[in-house]
T-cell receptor
């Protein structure tokens, strides 16, 4: 079955450490996205990529970095510069321009101790 | 400033009755709108969408209404079932612009039996 796989599901990190969240899709989608969910805040856009080797900042990109070396993969690194990294992170993808529906992964919960 | 607003954080209805979830937007360039349903610790799942050229779209128990002049849309669920209890997100986008979906903060629906 096609879909989006996010790993790990749960992750704990100490303050000052960088951590990378994995997102892999086998839907042959062109565009990929990272959102963050906090209680009462809805889904806020961190970064998105419409094609390989290209990506754009979203509304809350500070303290995060991404890469898009392969069509299938869009990893997100939460750096030590992110002041409030504890959150639920969601990866999504869609076919490309003209396609409207985002397909989401199951999410990764990051907790900073 | 929020471009997509869901002003009711929560809604409680009885099983079998109608649930009406509301969403307002400010950007007149949005040309399609979607509703997503989300359970805790899971990714959102697509529910129903509507193009800006329509004023109604129906899929089973779910109907979305769009009032462009008021920049308002609503999701009707009839009849409501306990399994509908979840967080519902309204989202808006510009199809050909290649930009990401903008989400509201969500409304938590509780359906009691």
């Amino acid at each position: 079955d096609g879909g989006i796989t996010q790993s790990p599901k749960y992750l704990f990190r100490k303050e000052g450490q960088n951590v990378t969240l994995s997102c892999e899709q086998n839907l042959n989608h062109d565009a990929m996205y990272w959102y963050r969910q906090d209680p009462g805040q809805g889904l806020r856009l961190i970064y998105y990529s419409q094609i390989v080797n290209d990506f754009q900042k979203g509304d809350i990109a500070e303290g995060y970095s991404v890469s898009r070396e392969k069509k299938e993969s869009f990893p997100l690194t939460v750096t030590s510069a992110q002041k409030n990294p504890t959150a639920f992170y969601l990866c999504a993808s869609k076919l490309g321009n003209g396609a409207n529906v985002l397909t989401f992964g199951a999410g990764s919960r990051l907790t900073v101790l | 400033d929020q471009q997509v607003k869901q002003n009711s954080p929560s809604l409680s209805v009885q099983e079998g009755r109608i649930s009406i979830l509301n969403c307002d937007y400010t950007n007149s360039m949005f040309d399609y709108f979607l509703w997503y349903k989300k359970y805790p610790a899971e990714g959102p799942t697509f529910l129903i969408s509507i193009s800006s050229i329509k004023d109604k779209n129906e899929d089973g128990r779910f109907t979305v209404f769009l009032n462009k002049s008021a920049k308002h849309l609503s999701l009707h669920i009839v009849p409501s079932q306990p399994g509908d209890s979840a967080v519902y997100f309204c989202a808006a986008g510009q199809g050909q612009a290649g930009t990401a979906l903008i989400f509201g903060k969500g409304t938590t629906l509780s359906v009691s039996s």
